[in-house]
């Protein structure tokens, strides 16, 4: 059983900012450090009672840590996109072939865990590739020293224009751009991704690209060009096949993929000499459904894992599979893995401030699913609309009281009317 931590590792578990992953060194410190977060451990009411003052509250704020930092939870939706990311990052990766690599895309609503799932298996993937060749580049030129980033996650700029996307990529490997125009851009980052062995392309966000603006379309051309370079491009959006970005892509039934044409912007600046086309697998990260009895299995199985990794005083078993809850839990959140951890995180909280320590319907129905994040885009989807069951089941029954109006000044009609 896990111990409770000491003031000072506590205190280093808890400081300090989330590393940025569009860096090499926040992608590094994500990648070694991911699955590390120690859990309070489980105790009873009479075991927290016993504790000093002093360890219950250090024990409170572990659990609270415990509470927001619920680990990443595999589920059927997720399991399909790691199968196909895992297999297209090993294929390309291994291939020798000059052809061009094919890409994909992972669609899906905001809150859905997309960017978590692409994330867990390309560290996954960079943690094997690392250990096959003993932490060194495989493709090093004799005679330098580079960073080694078989993986590169690079965030669409909100704006996006081919020269920031150029530049968002650098920024990756802290490499300046200083005043090149975009053709030296678009070389820079080629002779990046090649020098560090980036086997892996991710560009998060990448539906924040509206395609009735002509930079943008630009950028997309861009992107293709990408994958002249011998990278696995992995593009993440929201509501991929409604956002234009397939508008000049095919579907082959054949090879159930979606062919879009070669890039202008690779024949011109001379990453091709013929006319390839670009293969893009498309996947969907879907929500919860709870209409036949395999769905409800497999939210059942996800509730009670999200279950056993609260640290509730008066918890009992079934506290989230047993009854109505399963049902009360898929109206609110309508299945969205991300408002399902929202829900539980904030309730979690409330039942420890108020002394309740147990979740039930009650006291979910206090909290309000707030969705306000600086960090998303809301004109790209990124932030969902609530389900219509989302708020709460019942509406509160206690009675407004009337305000006091003795002391009400009613003017002079007043008075003169005798009111």
């Known amino acids: 059983?896990?111990?409770?931590?000491?003031p000072v590792s506590l205190a280093q578990m808890i400081t300090g900012k989330p590393p940025r992953r569009d860096t090499f060194e926040g992608w590094q410190h994500y990648r070694t450090t991911r699955g590390r977060f120690a859990p309070a451990p489980q105790l009873t009411f009479t075991e927290w009672r016993a504790?000093?003052?002093h360890r219950r509250s250090l024990y409170d704020l572990h659990r609270t840590a415990t509470h927001v930092n619920l680990p990443l939870q595999e589920t059927p939706m997720s399991l399909k996109v790691s199968r196909l990311i895992n297999r297209r990052l090993r294929n390309n990766a291994l291939k020798q072939k000059p052809a061009t690599r094919a890409g994909v895309m992972v669609s899906g609503w905001g809150y859905q865990g997309k960017t978590e799932t692409v994330c867990e298996v390309a560290a996954s993937f960079e943690d094997s590739w690392l250990a096959m060749h003993s932490?060194?580049?495989p493709d090093a030129v004799e005679g330098t020293w580079d960073?080694?980033?078989?993986v590169a996650y690079v965030q669409t700029p909100v704006t996006a224009k081919p020269k920031s996307t150029c530049q968002a990529v650098l920024d990756f490997f802290g490499a300046g751009s200083q005043s090149m125009n975009l053709p030296q851009l678009i070389r820079q980052v080629a002779q990046s991704l090649d020098d560090h062995g980036v086997?892996?392309?991710?560009?998060?966000?990448?539906?924040?690209?509206r395609m009735h603006r002509a930079d943008d379309q630009d950028t997309l051309d861009l992107i293709r060009a990408f994958m002249s370079m011998n990278v696995t491009l992995i593009l993440v959006g929201v509501d991929i096949p409604g956002s234009g970005l397939l508008r000049e892509a095919r579907w082959d039934g054949k090879t159930r993929q979606w062919v879009m044409p070669s890039s202008e912007h690779a024949r011109v600046h001379g990453f091709e000499?013929?006319?390839t086309e670009r293969r893009f697998d498309l996947v969907e990260l879907d929500r919860f459904r709870y209409?036949?009895?395999e769905e409800m299995t497999a939210f059942h199985d996800h509730l009670g894992g999200l279950e056993g990794n609260l640290r509730l005083l008066n918890a009992k078993p079934g506290m989230l599979t047993g009854g109505s809850m399963p049902e009360y839990l898929i109206r609110r959140t309508g299945g969205v893995v991300g408002l399902l951890e929202r829900l539980v995180e904030d309730g979690a909280q409330e039942a420890m401030d108020s002394g309740k320590e147990v979740l039930d319907e009650a006291l979910l129905d206090e909290i309000v699913i707030s969705l306000d994040d600086p960090g998303r885009d809301p004109g790209a989807g990124e932030i969902p609309a609530l389900p219509d069951g989302a708020g709460p089941a019942r509406k509160a029954t206690r009675a407004r009281k009337k305000r006091n109006t003795v002391f009400d000044d009613r003017g002079p009609a007043a008075t003169a009317t005798g009111i």
């Open 51 to 53: 504790l000093t003052p």
């Open 135 to 137: 932490h060194l580049n």
């Open 147 to 150: 960073l080694h980033a078989p």
């Open 199 to 209: 086997k892996a392309l991710i560009l998060d966000d990448v539906t924040r690209l």
């Open 291 to 293: 209409g036949t009895a």
């Open 1 to 6: 059983m896990n111990e409770i931590l000491s």
């Open 273 to 275: 000499t013929t006319q």
